[in-house]
C-alpha cells in the first residue's frame, strides 16, 4: 500500500455507491467527501486490512470511539488511480487488542 503516500486528489475515484453513503451517512462525526479526500490525503491510516486482491480497508481514527474506514480498490498503478467503495463508522474497539481497549 505505498500508493497512499504517492497519490494526489486526481488519482482517487469516488464510485456512486461512495457517494451515496456519504450522503446516508453525513453526521457530525462522520465527514463529507471533501474532508474524506483530506483524510486519505493528508493522515496515516491506523491499519490496513487486504481485503481480496487490490482492495483494501483502510482504518482512520475519528474519536476515541469510533474509527473512519475506507474501502479501496486499486485501479491502476501506472497512473495510480484507487476506487473509493464504501465508508462508514465503527466502533474502534473492534481494531484495538482487548489488552488496550
Known amino acids: 500500500m505505498n500508493y497512499l503516500s504517492k497519490i494526489e486528489a ?6 456512486y455507491h461512495f457517494q451515496e453513503r456519504i450522503s446516508e451517512r453525513k453526521s457530525e462525526i462522520h465527514p463529507d467527501l471533501n474532508e474524506i479526500y483530506h483524510i486519505i490525503l493528508k493522515e496515516q491510516p491506523v ?12 482504518y482512520y481514527e475519528r474519536t476515541e ?18 476506487n473509493l467503495v464504501t465508508c462508514f463508522l465503527e466502533d474502534a474497539n473492534k ?3 482487548p489488552d488496550e481497549a
Do not use: C, M
Not at 491499519?47 to 483502510?58: M, P, R, S, Y
Not at 473512519?68 to 484507487?82: C, E, V
Open 10 to 15: 486526481e488519482n482517487l475515484r469516488a464510485t
Open 47 to 58: 491499519g490496513i486490512l487486504k481485503q481480496e486482491e487490490g482492495k483494501f480497508k483502510l
Open 65 to 82: 470511539k469510533h474509527d473512519l474506514i475506507i474501502i479501496i480498490s486499486i485501479k491502476s498503478t501506472n497512473p495510480i488511480f484507487l
Open 95 to 97: 481494531r484495538r487488542r
